[in-house]
């Protein structure tokens, strides 16, 4: 399968800078996913090329940026660092929509830590042109829910059962969106979700939905 995927490096402007990403397009996708990764945080088994590329067995192409960078770049400038990583993710949405492969694919978004707080801001902003979210341990950092009510795409998130700032945050995020909704609770799982068999987990729920509601779509 991998030998069929294309990639393609990307570079993405907004207001806050230009960001490297990377697409990875499979032979005849069925959606398309832009992921939020923390890959600077994870160096042993990073999630973000771990969960994008069960993505890509499952037929989805996705646009990888690092959270981490846009967020470093804005903390240096004095500026916002979640302003910063979601007018990163706007801009990497715009541009997938833009590419000739990509452009009339059911779209989702999917975000780590800052990033997963960002996809649900995005996903509020950007109203039904997303079609799915998954957010792994969201607004676990600043504690903020920017605009969730507002959120119209099928939405789970999940968190570490032994993170508890990501399962409180997470609960109050739950109860706020007012679209379908699922909250996973990864039992023995902290926030950078080393353990064992951990990201298997996350990767398997988000895949299974992401294919329940791009694949309906595509």
């Not at 890959?39 to 890509?56: A, E, I, K, Q, T």
Request: proline share 6%; net charge neutral.
């Amino acid at each position: 399968m991998e030998s069929m995927i294309r990639r393609e490096g990307v570079r993405i402007e907004s207001e806050h800078g230009v960001w490297e990403a990377a697409l990875w397009m499979p032979a005849e996708p069925a959606g398309a996913v832009v992921f939020a990764s923390e890959n600077g945080s994870h160096r042993l088994r990073p999630s973000g090329d771990y969960l994008p590329g069960v993505l890509r067995e499952a037929r989805l192409a996705t646009l990888v940026f690092d959270a981490v960078a846009p967020a470093a770049a804005a903390r240096r400038a004095g500026g916002v660092e979640g302003e910063a990583v979601g007018a990163c993710l706007h801009a990497a949405c715009e541009w997938l929509s833009r590419h000739p492969a990509a452009a009339d694919l059911p779209l989702g978004l999917a975000g780590v830590g800052r990033g997963a707080t960002a996809a649900l801001q995005v996903a509020s902003e950007r109203g039904r042109t997303v079609s799915a979210v998954v957010a792994r341990g969201s607004c676990a950092q600043r504690g903020e829910l920017p605009g969730i009510a507002g959120v119209a795409a099928p939405t789970l998130l999940i968190a570490g059962g032994l993170d508890d700032p990501a399962v409180a945050c997470n609960r109050r995020a739950y109860a706020a969106l007012r679209c379908k909704k699922r909250f996973e609770i990864v039992p023995g799982a902290t926030a950078a979700f080393d353990e064992p068999g951990s990201l298997e987990v996350v990767a398997r729920l988000a895949r299974n939905w992401f294919l329940q509601y791009l694949y309906q779509y595509a």
